[in-house]
């Protein structure tokens, strides 16, 4: 990838991935939680974490808190935690700026029938009055979780909104879904808000590749998928980014894929999404 910051799921070993990129040239490694392992079975884990390796000093790290009020706001029952704890690291590079790099990973959305497929031309009206019907009947708790999820990163993200910020996730959500609008929306969660200005845009739609010798009928290319679930590819990892950035280069990785969409014991089952940014 020949990056030099890079956000990592399904982290179960975090020792032994902190050993493989340090041998990378990765001198900062950083987990803000533990893989737990199965109370009968002590070589068998249940869970995952998210992590960050940088090639630059990692001068802070943290967890991210659960934003009470939006928990109480999507009327989530019982006691609410992460299903992954997101990463927020604060970087120095070469020049002494400093930037934030979120990882996170969202809860699954288990293929539900209610997770609604949205495109371009529905706005935001039209998706919350979807989905927060599904959500008063209960079709969909998984969504229900990704949604408090994403608004806490929102409401962590705005108090450093003047920073450089950039997040590497894994959303277990389609392009347009409304989860993205939680994350980044200020009007998803006031809609008298005046504020026009995401939080963070999605890195895809900021970077236009040159094209060398256009043929005049040529259709733009359609989005690469990063995962694949019964052979039908989803877009669900991303890199958002705020606006203090220029994206001079954005790829995915996904020959991979292409041998065996379903991954294996030595691949992972997503593409890596690649982004290049340029402080403004």
Same mark, same amino acid.
């Given at each position: 990838?020949?990056?030099?910051?890079?956000?990592?799921?399904?982290?179960?070993?975090?020792?032994?991935?902190?050993?493989?990129?340090?041998?990378?040239?990765?001198?900062?490694?950083?987990?803000?939680?533990?893989?737990?392992?199965?109370?009968?079975?002590?070589?068998?884990?249940?869970?995952?974490?998210? @992590?960050?390796?940088?090639?630059? *000093?990692?001068?802070?790290? #943290? @967890?991210?808190?659960?934003?009470? *009020?939006?928990?109480?706001? +999507? +009327?989530?029952?019982?006691?609410?935690?992460?299903?992954?704890? *997101?990463?927020?690291?604060?970087?120095?590079? *070469?020049?002494?700026?400093?930037?934030?790099?979120?990882?996170? +990973?969202?809860?699954?959305?288990?293929?539900?029938?209610?997770?609604?497929?949205?495109?371009?031309?529905?706005?935001?009206?039209?998706?919350?009055?979807?989905?927060?019907? @599904?959500?008063? &009947? !209960? %079709?969909?708790?998984?969504?229900?979780?990704?949604?408090?999820? @994403?608004?806490?990163?929102?409401?962590?993200?705005?108090?450093? !909104?003047?920073?450089?910020?950039?997040?590497?996730?894994?959303?277990?959500?389609?392009?347009?879904?409304?989860?993205?609008?939680?994350?980044?929306?200020?009007?998803?969660?006031?809609?008298?808000? !005046?504020?026009?200005?995401?939080?963070?845009?999605?890195?895809?739609?900021?970077?236009?590749?040159?094209? %060398?010798?256009? &043929?005049?009928?040529? !259709?733009?290319?359609?989005?690469?998928?990063?995962?694949?679930?019964?052979?039908?590819?989803?877009?669900?990892?991303?890199?958002?980014?705020?606006?203090?950035?220029?994206?001079?280069?954005?790829?995915?990785?996904?020959?991979?894929?292409?041998?065996?969409?379903?991954?294996?014991?030595? #691949?992972?089952?997503?593409? #890596?999404?690649?982004?290049?940014?340029?402080?403004?």
């Amino acid at each position: 990838m020949d990056c030099d910051i890079i956000g990592f799921q399904e982290v179960f070993s975090r020792k032994a991935l902190r050993h493989l990129v340090k041998e990378l040239g990765f001198k900062y490694f950083k987990v803000v939680d533990i893989a737990k392992l199965s109370k009968n079975n002590p070589f068998k884990y249940v869970s995952t974490t998210v @992590a960050i390796a940088s090639k630059y *000093p990692l001068i802070d790290m #943290q @967890a991210v808190d659960v934003h009470i *009020p939006s928990i109480k706001a +999507h +009327h989530f029952e019982g006691r609410f935690r992460f299903s992954r704890i *997101p990463i927020k690291a604060t970087i120095t590079l *070469p020049n002494d700026k400093e930037l934030l790099v979120y990882v996170c +990973h969202l809860k699954s959305n288990r293929n539900s029938e209610f997770e609604y497929v949205f495109n371009e031309t529905h706005n935001l009206e039209h998706k919350k009055a979807l989905v927060f019907k @599904a959500l008063e &009947h !209960k %079709y969909s708790e998984s969504l229900k979780q990704r949604l408090c999820e @994403a608004s806490s990163l929102f409401f962590d993200i705005e108090k450093s !909104k003047d920073m450089p910020t950039a997040l590497l996730c894994d959303l277990n959500d389609k392009e347009y879904s409304i989860t993205i609008d939680a994350l980044s929306n200020p009007k998803y969660h006031d809609s008298t808000s !005046k504020d026009k200005n995401l939080v963070l845009r999605d890195a895809h739609y900021l970077y236009t590749p040159e094209v %060398y010798n256009p &043929h005049p009928e040529a !259709k733009e290319p359609k989005r690469k998928a990063t995962s694949y679930f019964l052979g039908k590819g989803n877009v669900l990892d991303y890199i958002f980014v705020s606006n203090h950035f220029s994206v001079t280069d954005y790829a995915i990785l996904d020959a991979h894929l292409e041998e065996n969409k379903d991954g294996s014991l030595l #691949q992972s089952d997503h593409a #890596q999404v690649i982004c290049e940014l340029t402080l403004n």
